[in-house]
C-alpha cells in the first residue's frame, strides 16, 4: 500500500486557524481589560471606548483595501505583515498614559494589523489551496475563532490578576509578533510547493486514492471575476446587504444578551456562561457547516439550516425564564451563527473565482463590519425606547428572514459544475 503524502494546504490552514484565534480571542478579551485601563488613564467608559470604534471602523474601511493588497502581493506577505503589526500595537499598548494613546496603539496600530489577520486574509489563503474539501478547510480555520474566545479571555484575566494590565497586553502582543515567524516561514513555500493538482486537495500519488472532484460544487478555471465585474453582478450585492442584514441581528444579540437575561432574574455568572456555552456550540458547528457545504450541490444550501437554527434561538430567546432555556439558546444559536463563518467565503470562491477573491470577499466583509457596528447600537436604542429587548429580538429575527431571501435569490453561474 502506497504512503499517503501529507498535503500542504493543510499547513497554511494551520496558520489561518491561529491567526483568527489570536485576532478573534483579543477582540474578546477587550472587555477584560476595559474596567482597569479607562480607571488608571483617568477617562470616561464612554471615551474609553472611542478605541474600539475606532477599531471596527478600520476593519470596515481597510478590508477593500487589504483585500486588493492580497490579490496583488497574496495572502503570505500580508498575513505575516498583519501579525507583526498587531503585535506592535498590543505591545505598545502596555505604555498607555492618556486617551490618545490608546487610540492611536489599539484602535489604529492594533485596528490596522487586525485586518492583516482576519476574514479576508484567511479565508482567501485557505480557498487558494482547496476546492473539494473547501468547506471543511474553511470550517477547520474558522473553529480558531470559537476557541480563542474561549481560551484567549480567561487566560489574560489570570495574567491580569497576577501582573496587571499592563503585563496582560504585553503578553498578548508578544504572543502575536512572534507567530508572524512560523506564519511566514510556512506561507513563504507557497509558490515551491504548490503544483497544479493543488485543488484535489491531496497529491496525485497520495496513496493510490482516487478523488473524484465531482462530488461537490466547484468552479471551473476560466471563471475568475474582477472586483469591477463583481460590482456590477446583482449576486454580490445580494451577498452583501444579506450580511449587512444578518450581522445587524447577530451582533445586537452578542453584546445584550447577558444584559438581557439579568434583567430576567438570571444570576450574572449563568448569563456569563451562557456565553461560553455558545462560543463551544460554535467550534461543532464550524465543523458540521463546512463539511455539509462540501456535500451539497451548491454551498449555499448548506447555509440554510443556519438561518433556521438562529430563528428558532431568537424565539427561545424572547420567552427565557430560567438558565436551562438560556443554555438552549445559547447551544442553538452558537450553532447557526457559526455557518457563516465557512460557508459564506465558500460561496464567494464558487461564484467568483478565487484569483480576485481577496478584493471580492473584502467587499462583502466591510458589509459584515457595518452590520456589527449598527446591530448593537439599535438593539441598545429600541431597548431605551420601549424599556425591554423583545422588540429588538422581532427584529433581529426579521433581519434573519430577510437575509435568508437574499441569500436563496443568488443565482450560481451556468459555469459551475451540475
Known amino acids: 500500500m502506497g504512503k499517503r503524502n501529507f498535503y500542504y494546504g493543510w499547513l497554511i490552514v494551520g496558520v489561518a486557524f491561529f491567526a483568527l484565534f489570536l485576532n478573534y480571542g483579543i477582540r474578546n478579551t477587550s472587555t477584560v481589560l476595559f474596567k482597569d485601563v479607562v480607571k488608571d488613564i483617568g477617562v470616561s467608559r464612554g471615551a474609553g471606548s472611542i478605541p474600539f470604534t475606532v477599531m471596527v471602523a478600520l476593519y ?22 498583519g501579525l507583526a503589526l498587531a503585535g506592535l500595537g498590543l505591545c505598545l499598548c502596555s505604555k498607555i498614559s492618556n486617551l490618545a494613546t490608546f487610540i492611536l496603539f489599539f484602535g489604529i496600530i492594533f485596528g490596522i494589523g487586525g485586518n492583516g489577520i482576519g476574514l479576508v486574509p484567511t479565508n482567501t489563503a485557505v480557498a487558494s489551496w482547496f476546492r473539494r474539501r473547501m468547506g471543511l478547510a474553511l ?42 515567524i512560523p506564519a511566514y516561514l510556512i506561507m513563504r513555500k507557497e509558490r515551491d ?58 451582533y445586537g444579540v452578542l453584546l445584550h444578551q447577558v444584559p438581557y437575561a439579568t434583567d430576567k432574574g438570571i444570576s ?33 444550501l448548506a447555509i440554510y439550516p443556519a ?9 427561545i430567546l424572547i420567552y427565557i425564564k430560567n438558565s436551562l432555556m438560556l443554555f438552549a ?20 470562491a464558487d ?31 429600541l431597548y431605551d425606547l420601549t424599556g425591554g429587548y423583545a422588540y429588538a429580538w422581532l427584529l433581529g429575527i426579521i433581519c434573519s428572514l430577510i437575509s435568508f431571501a437574499l441569500i436563496a435569490s443568488v443565482k450560481y453561474p451556468s459555469r459551475l459544475k451540475p
Open 351 to 381: 461564484i467568483f473565482g478565487k484569483k480576485n477573491m481577496g478584493s471580492i470577499f473584502g467587499a462583502v466583509t466591510a458589509g459584515g463590519a457595518i452590520g456589527g457596528a449598527v446591530g448593537p447600537y439599535v438593539t441598545g436604542l
Open 139 to 180: 470550517g477547520i480555520a474558522s473553529v480558531g475563532i470559537g476557541l480563542g474566545t474561549v481560551i484567549i479571555p480567561p487566560l489574560t484575566q489570570w495574567v491580569l490578576s497576577t501582573w496587571g494590565w499592563r503585563a496582560s497586553f504585553l503578553f498578548l502582543g508578544l504572543l502575536t509578533s512572534v507567530s508572524a
Open 193 to 250: 510547493q504548490r503544483n497544479i493538482n493543488h485543488l484535489n486537495d491531496f497529491p496525485d500519488n497520495s496513496g493510490g486514492i482516487k478523488r473524484n472532484l465531482s462530488d461537490a460544487p466547484s468552479v471551473l478555471p476560466d471563471g475568475d471575476w474582477t472586483l469591477r465585474e463583481a460590482l456590477r453582478s446583482a449576486n454580490l450585492w445580494k451577498i452583501f446587504f444579506s450580511f449587512v442584514i444578518l450581522v445587524v441581528a447577530l
Open 60 to 81: 470596515a474601511i481597510g478590508a477593500p483595501i487589504v483585500g486588493k493588497l492580497i490579490d496583488k502581493f497574496g495572502p503570505s506577505r500580508i498575513l505575516p505583515t
Open 268 to 300: 450574572k455568572s449563568m448569563a456569563t456562561l451562557s456565553v461560553t456555552v455558545a462560543g463551544i456550540s460554535s467550534i461543532a458547528g464550524r465543523f458540521f457547516f463546512g463539511w455539509l457545504s462540501d456535500k451539497t450541490k451548491t454551498r449555499k
Open 329 to 348: 439558546y445559547a447551544a442553538v444559536y452558537g450553532l447557526g451563527y457559526a455557518a457563516y463563518g465557512p460557508v459564506l467565503p465558500a460561496i464567494v
Open 307 to 315: 438561518y433556521i437554527m438562529v430563528t428558532i434561538a431568537l424565539v
